[in-house]
């Protein structure tokens, strides 16, 4: 999805929790698709991406999910710390046409 | 890790000034992008360069901007004259090929317009 508004969606969970964070991108000719954190006054910094083939895949504490049939993209961060407390941005791109970022979600972890 | 550098880290000008912004990719990335981010959204793309060539510029204010990438490396945006409404913080990002591969970005320049 394009991005919005100024108001971020905001999700709070517990230090050592789970969390998943949802995206609905627009464009379902999209086949590449790219997570990003950004803590404040840094640039994004990437997470995990997945392609279009695939509808599933894990990193070190992150999976991400792709499900085409509904557009849309998660991204699960296992045993969260506060470290991981950031704004994170899910980004389409149809083959080699520009990046285009959907609307942050704020994550702040609890202690 | 290599790194896309930034600089200036900020900077403060007048409305109707000039100002730049300067970016260096991570080595052997051919492709360079200018994103501006205004804060609370997401990053939207100003310009995207394919070593010296612009491949996408539809997005960046002509009458005010512009950008180059003369050797194929590092890259320069300038605004003259800038306005109030550009206030934002200008990513410069990098990435090894065109599709399918991530952008590695910089830190930004946060640009305050007065």
Known sequence: ?111 | EAEVAQSPRYKITEKSQAVAFWCDPISGHATLYWYRQILGQGPELLVQFQDESVVDDSQLPKDRFSAERLKGVDSTLKIQPAELGDSAMYLCASSLAANNSPLHFGNGTRLTVT
């Open chain 1, 1 to 111: 999805g394009e991005s919005v508004g100024l108001h971020l969606p905001t999700l709070s969970v517990q230090e050592g929790d789970n969390s998943i964070i949802n995206c609905a991108y627009s464009n379902s000719a999209s086949d590449y698709f790219i997570w990003y954190k950004q803590e404040s006054g840094k640039g994004p910094q990437f997470i995990i991406d997945i392609r279009s083939n695939m509808d599933k895949r894990q990193g070190q504490r992150v999976t991400v999910l792709l499900n085409k049939t509904v557009k849309h993209l998660s991204l699960q961060i296992a045993a969260t710390q506060p470290g991981d407390s950031a704004v994170y941005f899910c980004a389409e791109a149809q083959g080699a046409q520009k990046l285009v970022f959907g609307q942050g979600t704020r994550l702040t972890i609890n202690p």
